[in-house]
């Protein structure tokens, strides 16, 4: 079933339930760290807006229990200047002075609600009816006339703000959710020969989008990095000394080793390792060829080295789409930035890029990257589209 956009919305006048994902880095003192998120949801906003449109944001900010765990406040402030309107913010998620702030908004007017995950149920997973039945959703969809999901970054959860309004209320897609969707729901329609960057440290997640890329036929050739190519190389056997075993160890990824030597069985040379690595030598990034493995006593391979930033250059630059999933090392730290610099550099080259994963994004923008064609505001949103899972989120929309 097709997913109506804000193209099928009659927006003038309405009350809109809007879902938009602004969680982000906080500042020791409660701040915005970095406000791309609340970017992505300009467009969507403004539109809705400007058509006349009463808009109830809701959106989440943390983990229950974890240190980002805030209210919204700061987003909503932001908000308005990105927005050049004030946004009104109410410290209540579905109470009488929630629903009070809904029923208040004029046209072209709209108000934050508080962070959805201060009310327990939002944290739970639901089907969509179950989820239509809480607190959160029942209470607000009395003033409510439609429901926007413009939250792909979340949209891989089933919580009742982002599968329950659907179930009581039209539903529609954002101008996020639908270009995502468009780009990442068609992976098949991009040029010829595709390249699959894959790198960071969360192997097992992104071993599942190797499996998947080469099984689904939609990888010509896999270009490991990160902890995923340590995890590859031992998997070949190659001494990568002990301090950057332990690592993998220590985060249990040890089955992982297996999975990769099967992986390198069944594909071969569609599967591409490093022909080097970085690691730290008196305060100093160093490089090492394979041959010259292992490296000294504690030294771990904390990036690739240049040898293997211009091999999968020859590989990605120029030709067919390039999609980049993971840093190639330590980015955060100077030392090890070069790999995942240069090579996201050698992938704007490429005739289509698109980036997904939140570390690969974060990546991009510290180093001013530009030149993508697509930049996922998704962290696993958009590995579970990259691996051919469907979205909750998206599904009831759908329905
Ligand atoms: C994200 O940051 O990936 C989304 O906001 C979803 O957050 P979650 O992983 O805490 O559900």
């Known amino acids: 079933m097709p997913i109506q956009t804000l193209d099928d919305l009659a927006v003038q006048g309405t009350t809109l339930g809007v879902r938009i994902d602004i969680n982000s880095p906080l500042t020791d003192d409660g701040g915005l760290a970095d406000d791309a998120r609340?970017?992505?949801?300009?467009?969507?906003?403004?539109?809705?807006?400007?058509?006349?449109?009463?808009?109830?944001?809701?959106a989440h900010q943390g983990r229950p229990g974890g240190d980002?765990?805030?209210?919204?406040?700061?987003?909503?402030?932001?908000?308005?200047?990105?927005?050049?309107?004030?946004?009104e913010y109410v410290d209540a998620t579905f109470s009488a002075d929630a629903r009070r702030a809904v029923e208040r908004l004029d046209d072209?007017?709209?108000?934050?609600?508080?962070?959805?995950?201060?009310?327990?149920?939002?944290?739970?997973?639901?089907?969509?009816?179950?989820?239509?039945?809480?607190?959160?959703?029942?209470?607000?969809?009395?003033?409510?006339?439609a429901y926007v999901n413009d939250a792909f970054a979340a949209a891989?959860?089933?919580?009742?703000?982002?599968?329950?309004?659907?179930?009581?209320?039209?539903?529609y897609a954002g101008r996020v959710m639908e270009r995502e969707l468009d780009v990442l729901g068609d992976i098949e329609g991009t040029p010829e020969?595709?390249?699959?960057?894959?790198?960071?440290?969360?192997?097992?997640?992104?071993?599942?989008?190797?499996?998947?890329?080469?099984?689904?036929?939609?990888?010509?050739?896999?270009?490991?990095?990160?902890?995923?190519?340590?995890?590859?190389?031992?998997?070949?056997?190659?001494?990568?000394?002990?301090?950057?075993?332990?690592?993998?160890?220590?985060q249990g990824y040890w089955d992982e080793i297996d999975r990769a030597a099967d992986l390198l069985v069944e594909y071969g040379e569609r599967i591409r390792l490093p022909e080097d690595v970085a690691v730290e030598r008196d305060g100093d990034r160093h490089e090492l060829a394979l041959a010259d493995l292992p490296p000294g006593d504690g030294e771990a391979a904390m990036d690739v080295g240049g040898a293997t930033v211009a091999?999968?250059?020859?590989?990605?630059?120029?030709?067919?789409?390039?999609?980049?999933?993971?840093?190639?090392?330590?980015?955060?730290?100077?030392t090890f930035a070069d790999g995942t610099r240069d090579l996201f550099t050698?992938?704007?080259?490429?005739?289509?890029?698109?980036?997904?994963?939140?570390?690969?994004?974060?990546?991009?923008?510290?180093?001013?990257?530009?030149?993508?064609?697509?930049?996922?505001?998704?962290?696993?949103?958009?590995?579970?589209?990259?691996?051919?899972?469907?979205?909750?989120?998206?599904e009831v929309l759908r329905d």
């Open 193 to 250: 020969p595709r390249t699959y960057v894959v790198g960071g440290a969360k192997v097992p997640d992104s071993m599942a989008v190797v499996e998947s890329v080469l099984e689904r036929g939609l990888a010509d050739t896999v270009l490991t990095t990160g902890v995923v190519a340590n995890v590859f190389l031992l998997a070949e056997g190659v001494d990568l000394g002990d301090a950057s075993a332990d690592f993998v160890y220590e």
């Open 311 to 334: 091999a999968y250059g020859e590989v990605i630059s120029g030709r067919g789409t390039v999609i980049l999933n993971g840093p190639a090392g330590v980015f955060e730290d100077d």
């Open 108 to 145: 072209g007017q709209a108000v934050v609600l508080e962070n959805t995950r201060f009310y327990s149920e939002e944290y739970m997973e639901f089907s969509p009816e179950r989820a239509g039945a809480t607190q959160l959703v029942d209470r607000l969809v009395p003033v409510l006339d």
């Open 156 to 171: 891989h959860r089933s919580q009742p703000s982002l599968v329950g309004f659907p179930a009581r209320l039209p539903g």
């Open 68 to 87: 980002q765990f805030e209210g919204l406040g700061p987003h909503a402030e932001r908000l308005g200047e990105l927005l050049g309107a004030p946004v």
């Open 346 to 394: 050698t992938a704007t080259e490429a005739e289509y890029s698109i980036v997904g994963g939140g570390d690969t994004a974060a990546a991009i923008r510290r180093f001013g990257i530009e030149g993508f064609d697509h930049v996922s505001t998704g962290g696993g949103a958009a590995l579970a589209m990259l691996t051919g899972d469907d979205l909750p989120a998206v």
């Open 38 to 58: 609340l970017r992505a949801h300009v467009d969507t906003l403004s539109e809705l807006l400007e058509r006349g449109g009463r808009v109830a944001v809701l």
